[in-house]
């Protein structure tokens, strides 16, 4: 569409000139747009040229997928956590506690479930994930349904399998299920208006299966897939490893040029990688620009905290913020309980939780990214089906006041306090108390994050000398419910009286119209 888009623009532009020539002389032709800027592989060039799209802003909701030779194991499998490649050949030197326990475990279920692992390698698994039922197409439609605005299905996990037709021997198209399942999932996203992007973690794979090179013959088939032509202590100081992480990432960048581009790993540093993480990264930018008039329409995403977030969009997987920050940015969680499929595991953010913690993120710049993991089989369980449904049924009547927002003047109050970074996301129930603000066309969004059992008080927009809310209130309206809202504003807060008729959803929102 990015190469339709500026072919069209192409010729309309010359129609106009030949149109203008017929009637004027003939004059020097002047640009029509400024030369692209052209990022420089550092990143103050990243800092200083780095521009999130308004779709991603406006979007706030996407879906991510986990899907692959992982989902197509025994679903009674023991917690892996999305490991099983590395922990299904024993614990890794230096595990201890409940890691060590936990890759115990999974090596002796391997070893009775499929034999030892000189026998039944990770690779004998692969023809497990065979996605027989998989229909891009209707998962697709059932998240826009229910609220998504982009997905971004993983192109190639830790395991080092690409799913898509790849120049890496050990892809989906040639194994496995035999499809080329990144092309299918973006036919899916465009044919029904969504952003599409696509989401790497293969920088961790030489060390990912560090455990397993003594099972495997040098030269062999598997050893590409095992990645054994690498050192698996020292592959971030080979060049070799770098340039080849750089090949594998270019090569779905150029092939399938999406709208995002997460990097779920570290990257080539600048000190020991030629700095081959910061050039894909700004040749993916300036790739972008320059296909759309110097206009930058991509999103690039990934966890590292300790990189200015001016540079990209921080992925902040299982965490949250703890006030608005200046750049936007993506909260990131799972549903499954697992990243993977497991049939056994458990989510322990209920879907009022996981409803109150997205509109948190939201108020505080933030847009969210609800990982789903599908069976071996490609279908979607129904317990990860219903956490969707849930959000979906909350963003039909709350969508004015999530969809193209922007934060207010500060995002909300309560006894809730969320951690600040990735990892320690919140799993407490919200009470009325927990209050988050949106604002969007001169309109004031407050959601209340618990369902209140009586009269609301929202304490940040009281009526006083210095108070927030500087204006004075229009009308309040319960989105959702045609039923009259009584409300009286003083100099403690805005009390709301408890509406007769709540919308089912948990959490509710009030549209705030001022004078």
Request: proline share 6%.
């Amino acid at each position: 569409m990015k190469h339709l888009f500026s072919s069209l623009l192409a010729t309309t532009a010359t129609s106009l000139v030949i149109a203008t020539a017929q009637d004027k002389p003939a004059t020097p032709a002047e640009p029509t747009t400024a030369t692209p800027v052209e990022i420089q592989p550092n990143w103050d060039d990243m800092i200083k040229h780095y521009n999130v799209p308004e779709w991603f802003q406006d979007g706030k909701i996407g879906v991510w997928t986990h899907w692959g030779v992982p989902s197509g194991i025994d679903e009674n499998r023991p917690n892996d956590g999305s490991h099983y490649g590395r922990r299904m050949y024993g614990s890794v030197p230096g595990e201890q506690g409940g890691q060590k326990v936990m890759s115990e475990t999974l090596a002796a279920f391997h070893m009775k479930r499929y034999g030892p692992p000189a026998d039944f390698g990770y690779e004998k698994l692969v023809p497990e994930f065979k996605g027989e039922n998989w229909d891009p197409e209707a998962l697709v439609k059932f998240f826009k349904e229910n609220g998504a605005h982009f997905v971004m299905p993983v192109a190639t996990h830790h395991d080092n399998f690409d799913m898509y037709d790849s120049s890496h021997p050990w892809n989906a198209v040639d194994m496995g299920p035999k499809r080329d399942t990144i092309q299918e999932w973006k036919d899916a996203a465009h044919k029904h208006g969504l952003k599409f992007g696509v989401s790497t973690h293969l920088y961790w794979s030489p060390r990912f299966f560090a455990t397993a090179r003594e099972h495997q013959k040098p030269g062999s088939l598997a050893s590409k897939l095992f990645n054994m032509e690498f050192d698996p202590k020292e592959y971030a100081k080979q060049d070799s490893w770098n340039e080849h992480w750089y090949a594998r990432c270019w090569e779905l960048i150029d092939k399938y040029d999406p709208d995002m581009f997460n990097n779920d790993a570290p990257y080539p540093s600048e000190t020991s990688g030629k700095g081959l993480g910061v050039k894909l990264f700004s040749d993916f930018i300036n790739r972008d620009l320059k296909e759309n008039n110097g206009k930058q329409t991509t999103v690039l995403s990934f966890k590292n905290g300790r990189t200015d977030r001016r540079a990209f969009t921080y992925n902040c997987e299982r965490g949250s913020a703890d006030d608005i920050k200046p750049e936007p940015w993506m909260w990131a969680t799972d549903l499954s309980g697992g990243w993977f499929y497991r049939a056994t595991a458990k989510n322990r953010m209920t879907a009022p939780v996981m409803i109150g913690n997205a509109i948190d993120a939201i108020s505080k710049n933030g847009s969210v990214m609800l990982n789903v993991a599908l069976k071996g089989d490609g279908t979607l369980p129904g317990n990860q089906a219903a956490y969707i449904t849930a959000f979906g049924d909350f963003l039909k009547i709350n969508s004015e006041g999530i969809y193209k927002t922007r934060p207010w003047k500060t995002f909300g109050e309560g006894p809730i306090q969320m951690k600040e970074g990735r990892q320690g996301e919140n799993n407490k129930p919200f009470s009325q108390a927990d209050i988050r603000f949106t604002q969007r066309d001169g309109k004031l969004y407050a959601f209340v994050l618990g369902k209140p059992t009586k009269d609301i008080l929202i304490k940040t927009l009281a009526k006083k000398e210095g108070a927030l809310l500087e204006k004075e209130i229009s009308t309040i309206e319960l989105m959702g419910s045609e039923d009259k809202t009584t409300w009286k504003r003083s100099e403690d807060g805005l009390h709301i009286e408890l509406p007769k008729n709540l919308p089912k959803p948990n959490s509710i929102g009030f549209k705030i119209t001022l004078k």
